[in-house]
């Protein structure tokens, strides 16, 4: 089992940074993708970005290229998610979630699942 701890969501204005945390412990060595995901309220759980433990696949949706960095510490077991120029309309839970596909972004891909941390962006 891996188990996923996010950490650093909360309230930030339009145009501010944010910065998430998602630490894993367990059998890590199973893992080979780390992704972000957000649920809105009343909406479906969407891909916001993914990247490979070893590095080598990156991938962001088109709503948060360009504003969002997703990176890793392999010796910490931790990725993160650096959110640049917050929109309101990035308002949501943020889930951390790994499995065993570089580049998965579907999460039906992903094994194991954070049990989220709020964003709101207020304007």
């Known amino acids: 089992q891996v188990r996923l701890v996010e950490s650093g969501g909360g309230l930030v204005q339009a145009g501010g940074s944010l910065r998430l945390s998602c630490a894993a412990s367990g059998r890590t060595f199973s893992i080979n993708a780390m992704g972000w995901f957000r649920q809105a309220p009343g909406k479906e759980r969407d891909f916001v970005a993914a990247d490979s433990w070893s590095g080598g696949v990156t991938r962001y949706a088109d709503s948060v290229k360009g504003r969002f960095t997703i990176s890793r510490d392999n010796a910490k077991n931790t990725v993160y998610l650096q959110m640049n120029s917050v929109k309101p309309e990035d308002t949501a839970v943020y889930y951390c979630?790994?499995?065993?596909?570089?580049?998965?972004?579907?999460?039906?891909?992903?094994?194991?699942w954070g049990q989220g941390t709020q964003v709101t962006v207020s304007s």
């Open positions: 979630a790994a499995g065993g596909i570089e580049g998965a972004m579907q999460s039906r891909q992903y094994n194991y």
